[in-house]
């Protein structure tokens, strides 16, 4: 069963005056990376609140931005802040998944929706968040990264479409060509590749698309790994009810054309369209895309087109 696109799964968009939390569920976080990006943020006249831990470090593990349950905290404090319209992650890394154990959403679904943004390793919050509380979250840049401090291009994406949802918002990255031609419409799901993979067999483990269209990207994974990962999806029926393949980009996985051959190899038999490199994930002027929401995929063209607005 798809998710549902009415208004009541899409948060609304911003205006200048609204409030917005930053927070930080995954890795730590450079303190002068936030301060430019809060710095960009209210340059687009919002009111930029950050959450207590987001500058902690794990007293232990250093890839880790503060405790699991500090993080929880956190954004469970920013999504249920009443004058908070959108919830900002600082950065990806790792420790999305381990932190959704100590995440209570019982309090975040009696609260109004609001969007999520984030990428990368955010992809596990994105899963967990649509399917217990159905809501329309972007997949974009994260705002104590280079990617929306230092791309111009990225950020002006990402602020387009908070700010300037469009009933058609057609989406299309440089160099994106078809994989398999044809054209298919469905619910965007999916993200990080090998976060996807890893939320197999937990508690919250990544949706089918039922029909759906996959999106998925990924970073400094060999195209052995990426193999791994796709055939775990396989063998998991994850792939059984797919209208279309959106693939993102691959940054530091090694040769483009082993990773296309692997992509090709373990996506081609699936029967359905499949666009590569259609510009989101880990790469510059990197696009920001709904996840939840219902779209055309046009392989031939290598355009990913919503058919409705993206936000309220």
Known sequence: ???????STRPRGLRPGDTV????PAGPVPAEQLRAGVAELESWGLRVLIGEHVLDRHPRLNYLAGLDRDRAADLIWAWCHPEISAVLCARGGYGTMRML????????SRAPRKLLVGSSDVTALH???A????VVTLFGPMIATSAFTEDATARERLRSILFEPRERLSLRGTGAEPLRSGRATGVLHGGNLSVLAGTLGSATPPRRPEPGIALLEDVTEEPYQLDRYLTQLRRAGWFDHVTGVALGSWRACGSLERVRTTMSDLLGDLGVPVAWE???GHRDGQLSVPLGLTAELDADACE?????????
């Open 304 to 312: 990913l087109t919503l058919t409705g607005p993206a936000l309220r």
């Open 131 to 134: 399917r217990e509380l159905d």
């Open 101 to 108: 154990d100590e995440l209570d959403l019982e309090p975040l």
């Open 127 to 129: 899963e967990a968040l």
């Open 1 to 7: 069963m798809s998710i549902s696109t009415s208004d």
């Open 278 to 280: 259609l510009g989101f």
């Open 21 to 24: 939390a930053v927070v930080a």
